[in-house]
């Protein structure tokens, strides 16, 4: 396992994201202890140091599972992370002290504000709540020794949170190489970086799609280096990324944590050669899977249902890749959606692309239904 420094620390660069220990058979929301301890052992012999979890996960067993299971080894030999999600529960102060109680430790290394988006960014920057006051005076007191936030908004969201909340030690964003386009996380991550804030990355794997790439553009990265593995494609792009501290997997077994940490032996970022072949499969996949949508925007001033056209075109891509759109926050608060087009097209007339818009707003909506 390699590190990476971050201020004092050096972290692995790959750490266990705890959402996806294995859980009873039925009882998705209790965790397996046995079968989730041995996850935790191997984590620790394959190097990893950095232990990610949120008091949502599981509805509040991961941290359970892990104050119990952590008291096996020594508090300085790892990193623990939890978050705060002000949708679950707005009282800061009593979801921290009870994390601290079920994690049974008496500091957290990194704390994060949990999900950001268009839908939380004003109840996580409320000033009457003034979290990130409470949160700093946290880590006044050692309680908190690093504070963060998760991202799961655009990068205007982003840049709104960074102008009202500047002091952020870390942020945790959704990166991959499809998403790197799809979900605009190559901007998230410029704009972090511009900012001098450290990145950890979430869904390397993009829920596990990335593990068995399929299709024209699996066959695609197959034939021109048959060596290389799904995975090693997934992570060895995130390590091309200097700005990225730690790669958070949800591995869910041993055997799991024994294979990716082989990945992570030292760091080995893809070639020239191999961006431009990669590049060419997420092409022909976003081709084959979604709409090629630059977000241009000409389409939105002459449709006279004033539909936020490219909005509605990422979360159809979305659906298509993946089966869900909850990634794309601002579908759920907009006002007019795929059902109120018109299929004048106008927007049409205007897209450089050349996308038969009303058709992918029919398709959408039947979707939806």
């Known amino acids: ?17 705890s959402l996806h220990l294995p859980n009873i058979e039925g009882s998705p929301n209790t965790i397996d202890r046995e079968a989730a301890s041995r996850v ?79 839908t ?3 109840l996580f920057t409320d000033r009457e709540r ?47 190489y499809v998403d790197w386009r799809l979900l605009e996380a190559e901007g998230l991550y410029n704009i972090l970086s511009e900012a001098n804030i450290p990145v950890w990355v979430m869904e390397p794997l993009k829920g596990g799609i990335l593990a068995d790439f399929r299709g024209k553009a699996g066959r695609l990265l ?8 799904c995975v090693s494609w997934a992570f060895r792009f995130l390590m091309g990324l200097p700005n990225v501290v730690t790669v958070l997997s949800g591995m869910a077994s041993a055997e799991q944590i024994r294979e990716n940490s082989k990945l992570f032996e030292r760091p080995e970022p893809l070639g020239e050669e191999e961006k431009k072949v990669l590049e060419e499969a997420v092409s022909v996949f976003l081709d084959e899977m979604g709409v090629p949508c630059s977000s241009c925007r000409y389409c939105c001033s002459v449709c006279p249902a004033e539909l936020d056209i490219p909005l509605i075109i990422k979360g159809y891509n979305e659906k298509r890749v993946s ?47």
């Open 130 to 176: 003034n979290y990130m006051g409470l949160l700093e005076e946290k880590k006044k007191e050692g309680v908190i020794k690093n504070i963060g936030f998760s991202f799961h908004g655009t990068p205007e969201t982003m840049k709104k949170l960074l102008h009202r909340c500047p002091s952020f030690d870390m942020a945790l964003i959704q990166a991959n």
């Open 323 to 369: 089966g869900e759109t909850w990634r794309i926050a601002g579908l759920s608060t907009m006002e007019r959606g795929p059902s109120d087009c018109t299929g004048c097209g106008k927007c049409a007339a205007r897209c450089p692309q050349k996308i038969d818009i009303p058709k992918i707003m029919r398709e959408f909506e039947a979707k939806q239904q």
């Open 120 to 122: 939380s960014l004003d």
């Open 1 to 17: 396992m390699y590190y990476r420094k971050f201020k004092d620390m050096k972290i692995s660069a790959l750490g266990i994201g």
């Open 222 to 229: 197959q034939s021109r280096y048959p060596e290389s593995s």
């Open 40 to 118: 935790i052992e191997a984590a620790f012999e394959a190097g990893i140091n950095y232990i990610d979890t949120a008091h949502t996960y599981h509805n509040k067993d991961s941290e359970a599972f892990l104050g119990e299971v952590l008291q096996s080894y020594p508090r300085d030999s790892y990193y623990l992370a939890s978050k705060f999600y002000v949708k679950d529960n707005p009282d800061l102060e009593e979801v921290f002290e009870e994390q601290l109680q079920r994690l049974g430790t008496d500091y957290l290394d990194f704390y994060l504000l949990h999900g950001i988006d268009e």
